[in-house]
């Protein structure tokens, strides 16, 4: 089945992706490795953080065409910072960065399929 569609709700322990049309949805989750895990120390002393789950995320939206990311804190953003840096052609396709509490998967689905409905952009 074909998905035009993704919505990324992340936070710190984990991210929900959810491929949609109109018609039919496909869920994953995706945990961190650790709460913002610190890979190693860099030139200025200052730890580099681990970014692995960020690149497992942005694997998962490649086949997307239009991508929503929302969130209730921070991480969303640095996610589309994660993306516009490593995985441009993904960056691209984010239509929009919204703070999102914490919706359950139907929940969120349905937000999903309201924004794009109300941007006109569900085909």
Request: hydrophobic share 40%; glycine share 2%.
């Amino acid at each position: 089945m074909s998905f035009n569609h993704a919505v990324v709700w992340l936070d710190q322990a984990e991210a929900h992706v959810i491929h949609f049309n109109r018609d039919a949805a496909d869920t994953e989750v995706i945990k961190t490795t650790s709460q913002h895990q610190k890979a190693g120390v860099v030139s200025n002393n200052r730890a580099e953080e681990d970014t692995s789950h960020m690149c497992e995320i942005a694997d998962t939206l490649v086949d997307a065409k239009q991508i929503l990311i929302v969130g209730p804190g921070m991480e969303k953003l640095a996610f589309m910072r994660h993306l516009n840096h490593h995985h441009a052609a993904t960056a691209d396709k984010v239509v929009s960065v919204e703070t999102v509490d914490h919706p359950n998967d139907a929940q969120l689905l349905s937000y999903a399929r309201k924004y794009f409905v109300k941007s006109d952009q569900t085909h």
